[in-house]
């Protein structure tokens, strides 16, 4: 079985200021990790994802993500936010192997401070 | 990239009627189709997965008599709410994959039972 904590369903920080979204898993199995991002009224666009290559995976919109399997995390980080970064934020779980289901954790939402 | 659209992207019904919700890859073609629903301020819960051709795998406590899921080719998948109530408004996402690869999803469908 396989699933995702996410720390914080509420995170806001000013603008310019860093981003860290925390996610932590568990699988029984090496996982793939993704991390999405949902704007109001809209469907899912990936951010990022792991699959067992590089460590630290970066991804569109100045994101990046560090996968630690010694902390079994896989935390979103981006340098300086922007107002435009403002929405709800999921980390989710698959297994490597087979099996495409995803697991979702239960979302952060960002809030940008002017 | 790959591109998932879903139509409608809002119904209102009334109770006891059905609707059926169409999510189509418009540039690939999709092996596995995936049903999540989403209600106000939380997380993905995926109802269903579909395989063309094949009946869908539900998830516990999915009744697949009230969720109808027909994925009659490649790019096309179906969700049907029979008999829809009150209780079943919520915001009806698909995503689409092709063996190994990522999951993308459709915008959204979102659905009133009055």
């Known amino acids: 079985a396989q699933s995702v904590t996410q720390l914080g369903s509420h995170v806001s920080v000013s603008e310019g200021a860093l981003v860290l979204l925390r996610c932590n898993y568990s699988s029984s199995v090496p996982p793939y990790l993704f991390w999405y991002v949902q704007y109001p009224n809209q469907g899912l666009q990936l951010l990022l994802k792991?699959?067992?290559?590089?460590?630290l995976v970066k991804g569109i919109n100045g994101f990046e993500a560090e996968f630690k399997k010694s902390e079994t995390s896989f935390h979103l980080t981006k340098p300086s936010a922007h107002m435009s970064d403002a929405a709800e934020y999921f980390c989710?779980?698959?297994?490597?192997?087979?099996?495409?289901?995803?697991?979702f954790g239960t979302g952060t939402r960002l809030t940008i401070i002017p | 990239g790959a591109v998932v659209s879903q139509h409608p992207s809002w119904v209102i019904c009334k109770s006891g009627t059905s609707v059926k919700i169409e999510c189509r890859s418009l540039d690939f073609q999709a092996t596995t189709m995936f049903w999540y629903r989403q209600f106000p301020k939380q997380s993905l819960m995926l109802m269903a997965t579909?395989?063309?051709?094949?009946?869908?795998?539900?998830e516990q406590g999915v009744e697949k008599d009230k969720f109808l899921i027909n994925h009659a080719s490649l790019t096309l998948s179906t969700l049907t709410v029979t008999s829809a109530h009150p209780e079943d408004s919520s915001f009806y996402i698909c995503?689409?994959?092709?063996?190994?690869?990522?999951?993308?999803f459709g915008p959204g469908t979102r659905l009133t039972v009055t």
């Open positions: 792991y699959t067992s290559a590089a460590t």
């Open positions: 579909s395989n063309e051709g094949s009946k869908a795998t539900y």
């Open positions: 995503s689409a994959g092709h063996g190994y690869s990522e999951q993308y």
């Open positions: 989710a779980v698959r297994s490597n192997f087979g099996n495409e289901k995803l697991t």
